[in-house]
């Protein structure tokens, strides 16, 4: 069965840093591509970012571009999201899900709201 777990979200300041985790497992993490999307209050799901599973071949959204980074720890199947300079509009529920899309596997998600 796979699982997707999101840890790491919170209240943050702007301008903040927030590392979010995805505990995976099921499947063979390593050789999956894997992806953060969000939802933010009232919007519908962006997508945030995605790595493949050459582990060198990364892509983001516009919108973090230079303030996201996206990486693994295979041995701990885990997905993280590094999020520096933290804005408002990033306020949203992060979702990690398996795959580039369309998203059969999705985890819970976790709250991050950035405000002073």
């Known amino acids: 069965e796979v699982q997707l777990v999101e840890s790491g979200g919170g209240l943050v300041q702007p301008g903040g840093s927030v590392r979010l985790s995805c505990a995976a497992s099921?499947?063979?993490?390593?050789?999956?591509?894997m992806s953060w999307v969000r939802q933010a209050p009232g919007k519908g799901l962006e997508w945030v970012s995605s790595?493949?599973?050459?582990?060198?071949?990364?892509y983001y959204a516009d919108s973090v571009k230079g303030r996201f980074t996206i990486s693994t720890d295979n041995a701990k199947n885990t997905l993280y999201l590094q999020m520096n300079s933290l804005k408002s509009e990033d306020t949203a529920i992060y979702y990690c899900?398996?795959?580039?899309?369309?998203?059969?596997?999705w985890g819970q998600g976790t709250q991050v709201t950035v405000s002073s």
């Open positions: 099921g499947f063979t993490f390593s050789s999956s591509a």
């Open positions: 899900a398996r795959g580039t899309g369309p998203y059969r596997y």
């Open positions: 790595l493949y599973s050459d582990m060198t071949s990364t």
